[in-house]
């Protein structure tokens, strides 16, 4: 198996655990791991995975510094994961010494998806000069198309965060807020709708979105409207008692993010579709969902992250089109039939099925690189 530098500098410690579960099954897989990073956000210790926590910012300094241990261990693939659109001068330093070791696999993932890779100067050249590129779903690998590689044998490789299981929290104290709101949630089983515009705007799409929820089921948002403006909230309330809408919703207000795996307990179903989450936002409401046993309703983006685990045949899941225009007259009877997902160990299971691609994958190119 192949001896492997993953090189990562997070923006926070919530991606250093979210990123974490990437590494894990390379090692179950005999590969043997280690993860260059900076030492603010690195994941907790794991006896199976080499952790150097060498920086800071990434400085030319840092590299430097770090350099002979990387140069000393002889690592067989080097795996970029980028968190921000400009890579650090250590991560070039980096790149120019394997650059020219011509048989160590380059690869490269994009970890932000909403990263534009026709004007990202720098990290386009990255990719252009990586073995292996990998972005979070399909969207990302086509634009990926307007690179110009320097391998003709670059492989593209959708490669999304991992789900990982997300126990609920039921022994903490609550507030008398948050106890009040998980009795109104026991009393009623509402959809659970993980997001709230933090601004009004009477033309943003997901105010049709909002609204196709609530004409099928009574729903409780997670958000505030602390930042709104008094004259939206007139606007907004208006708005809701026109369209028969203002008894149907409920906001969460700003709660305890432990809570939200009680949330998605207490929940009929786990909406995600038409909702603008980022990639590990939505990877960590379908790990809420199906921790808890309920189903979900994703889009057709969100479906792609994991299209094994999120198709359309699965019965614990229903997949809209991205546009509500586009759904169909029989979407709500659909979702109405949605059933409890399987067993932790089968959602993981069509989950995985990336990483053990990306494992093969790793070794096909070491092998044309030998």
Known sequence: MAKILAVALFNSKEEGQQFWPLL??????NHEVTLLTNHDFAPASNQDIDIWGAFK???????????????????????????????????????????RQPRVVIASSLMKDET???????LKMWLQNSDIVTGFDRHTLAEMRTLQPKSNKQCKVVLPPLLSSIPDVTHLEWSEHEAEFLEEMDRKKNILVPYFPT????????????ENILSLSNSIFLGSQNEWHIRDRHHFLSWSDQHNLSKRWLLAGNTDERLYPVFAKKARIVW???????????????????SQGKSVVVDSKQASLYPELLAAKHTWCHVLPLDTADWETTWKESIKTL????????????????????????????????
């Not at 894990?24 to 897989?29: G, I, T």
């Not at 601004?199 to 909002?210: A, I, L, N």
């Not at 995600?272 to 199906?290: E, H, K, N």
């Open 24 to 29: 894990e099954p390379l090692r179950q897989q």
């Open 57 to 99: 910012s990434g400085s030319l300094k840092e590299g430097v510094k770090v350099f002979p241990r990387v140069v000393q261990s002889r690592f067989e693939i080097v795996h970029f994961f980028h968190f921000q659109e400009a890579p650090s001068p250590a991560h070039h330093m980096l790149l120019w010494y394997f650059q």
């Open 116 to 122: 534009h890779i026709a004007s990202a100067g720098f």
């Open 199 to 210: 601004h009004y705007k009477k033309s943003d799409s997901f105010w049709s979105v909002f």
């Open 272 to 290: 995600l579709a038409g909702l603008p989450l980022s990639s590990f936002d939505v990877v960590y409401w379908l790990s809420c969902a199906f």
């Open 339 to 370: 059933s409890k997902p399987p067993s932790w160990m089968e959602v993981q299971h069509h989950a995985d099925s990336k990483i053990n691609d990306l494992s093969r994958i790793y070794e096909k190119v070491l092998g044309e690189k030998a």
